[in-house]
């Protein structure tokens, strides 16, 4: 089994628990923000743990990795559940998955903001675009495509991993290289395998929504800039203990 695969399988596992029938939920307190936190970094260091080819890493590699993309994993995993259910039909073009069992309305939901910033939810509106905090624009994309698991993983792989290598940059960076090259000809032998007619087309969309998800990520990260220099956002936790698993890396 390739070591895309692997993360492939790890991925359906970790949304194997998703329902069809889901609520709204209308306010997001402290406490989701904390959980979601949580159940996103627990998330992908078992994601992780599902290639060989990262087991194989030393343990401080594992841990850089870990720091630097269980955030933005966590978004592309809600991103990812958010398209399958569109296209089911069980989540409508204005909302997206929250958790396996509730989901949110762009247009109709409230949310604590105390522990990022002094100002009110409303008063934030600018830093919080649906469209910028939710990914939308990506996810009509993936919804256009309908891409498999394994095309799915290798979207995230690709975002996640680059995000990686270009944060620490030197051996890391070359060993982030190394892993995609891995998942790149996983993906090839997947397409040849699975005799997909104008595979080169589809890789093309895949690229397209990586263009579009960094893009809104860096139009989110110059605003939070903006709103750290003006301290209108808080950039630090200061209930957290490892501050460095909360940055944000460019």
Known sequence: MSNLEQLSLGL???QSSQKENVLEKKFITI??????????????????????KIQSFDDDVKIKILRTVWFNW?????????????IRGSC??????????TKLNFGNVHIDLSCFSKYSFEQM????????????EAISKMVEMQPSDIELTYLICAICFHITGKHFGGD???E???LQDVLASDLHDYYCKNNFPMYLLRLKQLLKIKDTFVKLRNIRLEKY?????????????????????FHVPC
């Open 172 to 174: 890391i960076e070359e």
């Open 92 to 101: 409508g073009k204005e909302q997206l998955m929250f958790s396996s069992d």
């Open 31 to 52: 406490a989701d923000h904390m959980k979601q936190f949580e159940k996103a970094m627990c998330a992908t260091a078992k994601w992780l743990a599902c290639s060989k």
């Open 125 to 136: 509106r600018y830093f919080f675009s649906p469209n910028e905090v939710y990914y939308d």
């Open 225 to 245: 800039e903006i709103g750290g220099v003006f301290k209108v956002i808080n950039m630090e936790f200061s209930q957290c203990t490892h501050q460095e698993y």
């Open 176 to 178: 982030m290289g190394h």
């Open 12 to 14: 359906q596992d970790i």
């Open 74 to 86: 966590g978004r592309l995993e809600h991103m990812t559940a958010t398209a399958k259910m569109r």
